[in-house]
């Protein structure tokens, strides 16, 4: 069975620099059609796309977000590293990494979720 | 424009039917992908494609699509079924999208 997990600090203070990772098991995020997006959800509102990577490292960004945020894979460790730069509180989130599986390869979806991490940003 | 916009919320009498809606541009090039949500838990994948129902979704929901709106039916909703739903497409620079999320209320 897939599972996706997410780590990472509970809190970081305004200005740095917050570094979550994503950790996979049973699926190799280097296996071809397979895709790994980072989410965010602020405390009682929407779901927020950040980032997402492909197998192929083929990398697209938030628009919104662009300037600040990097998606990395390290296909040896079996992992996607999502770093967003100068956090505000307005950052504050519970961030989920998601993960299109090859059974959905193409359609632009995430079958397999994170629980999720919460993120505080305060100093 | 680079936005999905979904109505707030939603309430359906149990065992009745019922849409949620989702308006964009970029659904004109790109089928809408529904995740549901509930309360404390991470977003579930219930339909996305023209046809795609992943294993373990009851058949009661499905997925339509016309110009720039995409639609979520639950047919027979059941108690279960209250949630937050929310739609999610591409643009053309294949950047994800999310709706402002539907609260569905199964009365």
């Known amino acids: 069975q897939i599972t996706v997990k997410e780590s990472g600090p509970t809190l970081v203070k305004p200005t740095q620099t917050l570094t979550l990772t994503c950790t996979f098991s049973e699926v190799s995020v280097s296996t071809s059609g397979v895709s790994v997006g980072w989410i965010r959800q602020p405390p009682g509102k929407a779901l927020e796309w950040l980032a997402v990577i492909y197998w192929d490292d083929d990398k697209r960004y938030s628009p919104s977000l662009k300037t600040r945020v990097t998606i990395t894979k390290d296909a040896s460790e079996n992992q996607v590293v999502l770093r967003l730069t100068n956090m505000d509180p307005v950052d504050t989130a519970t961030y989920y990494c998601?993960?299109?599986?090859?059974?959905?390869?193409?359609?632009?979806?995430?079958?397999?979720w994170g629980q999720g991490t919460m993120v505080t940003v305060s100093s | 424009s680079s936005e999905l916009t979904q109505d707030p919320a939603v309430s359906v009498a149990l065992g009745q039917t019922v849409r949620i809606t989702c308006q964009g541009d970029?659904?004109?090039?790109?089928?809408a992908t529904w995740y549901q949500q509930k309360p404390g838990q991470a977003p579930v994948l219930v339909f996305y494609g023209k046809n795609n129902r992943p294993s373990g979704i009851p058949d009661r929901f499905s997925g339509s699509s016309s110009g720039n709106t995409a639609s979520l039916t639950i047919t027979g909703a059941q108690a279960e079924d209250e949630a937050d739903y929310y739609c999610n497409s591409r643009d053309t620079n294949s950047n994800h999208l999310f709706g402002g999320g539907t609260k569905l209320t199964v009365l």
């Open positions: 970029s659904l004109r090039s790109d089928y």
């Open positions: 998601a993960l299109g599986s090859s059974a959905v390869r193409g359609w632009g979806v995430f079958d397999i």
